[in-house]
């Protein structure tokens, strides 16, 4: 694993008065290597044979200058009394893994022999996994606001300093994923799926649809809702589209989702497709003024058809990309993701203005890919014209299609280098990454997903035949090692396509059973006599 980075986690970037995890440091200094264990197969929710643990984390600041290996006698380890660089200080701290685990006290193989057949290959499955273990980034966002917000077909090709000076400072100044993928499958509603959730859409468009009446334990809706917070779902399309009427009323927000037909209409006009920017307008003022809020939007100014005629974003932001080079299709998807930008720009001015940027972050993620530029015309790898012409290489495999930018901010972190995290990522992380930024209770062996910061084996995956692992890529099922030199643990390849292919099992047990609800009604998650809206 590599985390490139200036990791900031000490009391300026925390909102409450509490342990940092700089203070942890100083009294643990443990580090770990990362990897995972896994155990022989015993049917399709089994990962396989035990994968070696890769080497622990090499860090560095962002900068070129700091890339070079450091030399004892030029840089010695600072006394515990000295106060060490700014950069070197929090890149030690990311690589710190402590003793404690990711978990709750669930005894899941105790679980499996009394349980009934419906969970018992579940419960085995989790019992056979390795909790994650706190780091230095756990808690570090302890206390502070969250807008996560799941963008309408965007891509990191939109950022731009001058065009969008707001994405961009969000993009540069906060974490930086230089290695992120948002898979599409199931479309928007696959996306929210795996940002929201934090679970593959193994069930297509449905995967969302069956949560309406499960228990979403571990969304940040209602992790942050047990945690006293005031929390709200926001989308500026129709209501009941994909049922989010039903879902979205059931992500653990304690004051539920508002939508076109349901409230935003008193913001929005009903163009197509509506303004992200005059449904932040509206509804900020819902939240801004809170103690501590969870907000969630789903925007759609992104969305296609991408020409200047019949998308109502793309026409009215069409002065601002007049001198852009380029065909009208990728010319009218910059002008719609303009809405976008403007709606970001209010909320961080917003932000500023009450003197809690410090105490916010925020979270950006692509629902799916821009499959709407090629829209009409041949689509299929290798003939994606308009795709290509935006990423500015032909885009001849899931990988170049899927890559993406994954924004996570907050304004304390605006003082330092910028975090730098270079190991593949995947959306399917977000909600396990937040978890532990955040310092919630939540256990890492119930989440597919893995927290980038922790002990966890790196792996991104878009589906069953393509991911990538810190050591190779597998396309379409064949493993390419990304170096000649490079040795593969023993078994290596299928022990990872095991590995893979649990956790989509594991998707599809839970998205069909609500393992979580009956977890909870077992008393295994909270306290069911006590907790409201989980």
């Known amino acids: 694993m590599a985390v490139g980075a200036a990791i900031v986690a000490l009391a300026g970037c925390q909102k409450q008065e509490n342990t940092t995890g700089a203070e942890i440091m100083k009294e643990s200094g443990k580090t770990a290597e990362l990897g995972v264990n896994a155990t022989d197969p015993a049917d399709d929710l089994m990962p396989a044979g035990d994968l070696e643990k890769t080497p622990g984390p090499s860090t560095a600041p962002a900068s070129d200058a700091a890339q070079e290996p450091a030399d004892p006698a030029v840089n010695p380890t600072p006394e515990p009394t000295q106060t060490p660089p700014a950069s070197d200080y929090f890149i030690r701290l990311s690589q710190t893994v402590f003793e404690d685990e990711n978990k709750l006290d669930i005894d899941f193989a105790e679980l499996s022999e009394t349980d009934s057949s419906t969970y018992k290959k579940i419960d085995a499955y989790v019992a056979s996994l390795t909790p994650s273990r706190k780091n230095g980034m756990t808690g570090v966002f302890e206390g502070k606001n969250l807008v996560l917000i799941s963008a309408e077909a965007f891509t990191g090709e939109v950022i731009d300093e001058k065009l969008t000076p707001t994405l961009y400072r969000l993009a540069t100044k906060g974490i930086q994923f230089t290695d992120y993928y948002q898979p599409a499958g199931a479309g928007t509603t696959g996306g929210e799926c795996q940002n929201i959730f934090g679970f593959f859409p193994v069930l297509g468009g449905s995967s969302v649809k069956r949560t309406a009446e499960q228990n979403n334990y571990f969304t940040m809706g209602n992790q942050l809702n047990r945690l006293g917070y ?132 925020i979270v950006i993620s692509a629902d799916h890919y821009p499959y709407g530029l090629d829209e009409g015309g041949p689509s299929e790898f290798g003939k994606m014209k308009y795709l290509s012409e935006l990423f500015g290489e032909k885009v001849e495999n ?137």
């Open 230 to 361: 005031f929390g709200k779902a926001y989308h500026n399309g129709n209501y009941t589209m994909y049922d989010r009427d039903k879902t979205h009323n059931n992500l653990g927000y304690s004051e539920g989702f508002m939508a076109y037909g349901n409230g935003m209409e008193k913001f929005i006009k009903p163009t197509w497709p509506e303004s992200d920017y005059d449904m932040f307008v509206g509804t900020i003022p819902d939240y801004i003024d809170q103690e501590r809020f969870n907000i969630y939007y789903m925007t759609v100014s992104g969305h296609c058809n991408y020409r200047f005629h019949n998308n109502a974003m793309s026409k009215k932001n069409r002065d601002r990309v007049a001198e852009l080079e380029g065909s009208e299709a990728i010319r009218a998807y910059k002008a719609a993701n303009l809405e976008l930008e403007d709606a970001l720009a209010f909320l961080v001015e917003n932000l500023e203005e009450k003197g809690i940027a410090d105490d916010t972050v």
């Open 398 to 534: 899931v990988f170049q299609r899927d890559h993406n930018r994954l924004i996570l901010w907050c304004g304390c972190l605006e003082k330092y280098d910028p975090i730098v995290v270079s190991d593949p990522v995947g959306s399917i992380d977000i909600l396990p990454t937040l978890s532990n930024l955040f310092g919630t209770e939540w256990d890492s062996r119930l989440l597919p997903g893995r927290d980038v910061f922790s002990d966890a084996m790196p792996i991104a995956i878009l589906d069953r035949s393509n991911w990538k692992t810190d050591l190779g890529i597998c396309i379409r099922g064949k493993f390419t090692p990304y170096s000649e030199e490079t040795e593969l643990p023993e078994d290596y390849v299928k022990n990872v396509k095991a590995m893979v292919s649990g956790k989509y099992e594991y998707c599809k047990y839970v998205l069909n059973t609500d393992y979580y609800g009956h977890l909870y009604d077992l008393g295994k998650l909270g306290d069911p006599q006590n907790a409201e809206n989980q």
